[in-house]
């Protein structure tokens, strides 16, 4: 049965590109609708307020740094010449927000890499392992090779 409503998810990483081949491959055989997704992991900076620290300055402002990821995602789907692809930055937990996601827009099949920044040291990634124990959906773990 053809897929309808695909999810393919990116890290930035070079080995993105893997699985953003393999999603429009996929989405253009069944003539499915293609949704590229990005979650954004903010980390705060320690809470030093309290220390003699407390004053120093991190060099960035989250507004900006979710504006260069808004930015990246739209240059990467632009890249992709067809189908006509949506985007959507999300900002938490990635394994919960892909997730989330898929629930929320009905999808059918969810594309992400067997390993993500993390290294190739871990077997399938925690995140893709993650999404693949708790996806409505089912979830397709393109292989990432040492070379991508």
Known sequence: MPYSNI????????????????AVEIAER?????TLIHVYEYFPPLDIA???LGSVSWGFNEQEL?????????TVAAELASPPILNKLLTGNPKDEIVGYAREQ???LIVIG??????????????ANAVLHH???DVLAVRIHEAD
């Open 7 to 22: 999810i393919a998810a990116v890290d930035f990483s070079a080995a993105s590109r893997t699985v953003l081949e393999r």
């Open 30 to 34: 069944d003539g499915a609708r293609l």
């Open 50 to 52: 309290d220390t003699p």
């Open 66 to 74: 979710v504006e260069l990821h808004r930015q990246q995602l739209q």
């Open 106 to 108: 009905a999808s059918d």
């Open 114 to 127: 067997s390993h993500g920044r993390h290294g190739i040291g871990l077997l399938l990634g925690s995140t």
């Open 135 to 137: 996806a409505p959906c």
